[in-house]
């Protein structure tokens, strides 16, 4: 798995893809140890069926207190999610959460272009373009949780 400090976006996207896994070949749980914790966890949390376990939902947390953040005083990032915010609306209006965090949305976004991607259907290039914004975003969230972690 990855290591939430090097690269906390990669470590929340391969935590919600093993949970789905999971969900999905229930009997692959005790063929790797961590498949065997996570299944453990997942059933002690009450997210077998859907939702994420709290390594997770912190991990999220932990983002989405960066981006606040950045909003405060980054302005080039300021820009960057000023100019994701409408497709972001119209994402989240699709969704049957609304009111999900701006990180959130964006995670959610690129996870499931990733599983269109995995079933071979085709995504539009205004999707695509809006995925690549959002994981610039979650990219920058990474590198600067990274560098956080470095001078704490």
């Excluded at 990855?2 to 896994?21: Q, S």
């Excluded at 960066?66 to 969704?95: C, D, G, M, W």
Aim: net charge negative.
């Amino acid at each position: 798995m990855t290591n939430k400090k090097n690269d906390i976006f990669a470590y929340v996207f391969h935590l919600w893809a093993f949970e789905d896994y999971l969900r999905a070949f229930p009997q692959h749980a005790d063929s790797k140890q961590e498949l065997h914790e996570l299944n453990e966890m997942m059933h002690r949390e009450g997210v077998v069926d859907s939702g994420h376990v709290q390594l997770a939902q912190i991990a999220l947390r932990e983002m989405e207190e960066l981006h606040e953040e950045q909003l405060q005083v980054n302005a080039i990032y300021r820009a960057a999610i000023i100019r994701l915010q409408p497709s972001l609306n119209i994402f989240k209006a699709k969704t049957d959460r609304p009111t999900m965090s701006d990180i959130e949305a964006c995670l959610t976004l690129v996870y499931q272009t990733f599983l269109l991607r995995m079933q071979k259907r085709e995504i539009s290039p205004e999707t695509a373009a809006v995925e690549e914004q959002a994981k610039k975003i979650l990219e920058l969230i990474s590198i600067l949780y990274r560098d956080h972690q470095t001078t704490v």
